[in-house]
């Protein structure tokens, strides 16, 4: 496993853009793919975006796809989620999550072994 630190987030307009980051210990970030999930109030976590550690392939949820974009750097063990076009409704704790060669199942929260602490991102209208 590997710790994850988050950072970004905050409290922004609609239509607007925040990015997040989630910074990883370690020395084998490379072979982490790694996903971001989020969680409304009074709902349960669903996913959101991830990106594989062969090839950088990334998946989006539909709600997201088009208006977030995940990527990642492994000089920095760090991925991030650059969010445009936010609406209300992307309202949410962010969290982003690790798991080790992991090749399917993307948007499973059981495929990730590590998880971030959480960051809110709250999006006015």
């Known amino acids: 496993q590997v710790q994850l630190v988050q950072s970004g987030g905050g409290l922004v307009q609609a239509g607007g853009s925040l990015r997040l980051s989630c910074a990883s210990s370690g020395r084998t970030f490379s072979s982490y793919s790694m996903g971001w999930f989020r969680q409304a109030p009074g709902k349960e976590r669903e996913f959101a975006a991830a990106i594989s550690w062969i090839g950088d392939i990334t998946y989006y949820s539909d709600s997201v796809k088009g208006r977030f974009t995940i990527s990642r750097d492994n000089a920095k063990n760090t991925v991030y989620l650059q969010m445009n076009l936010l609406k209300p409704e992307d309202t949410a704790v962010y969290y982003c999550?690790?798991?080790?060669?992991?090749?399917?199942?993307?948007?499973?929260?059981?495929?990730?072994?590590?998880w971030g602490q959480g960051t809110q991102v709250t999006v006015s209208s």
């Open positions: 999550a690790a798991g080790y060669r992991r090749t399917y199942y993307y948007n499973r929260e059981s495929t990730y072994d590590s």
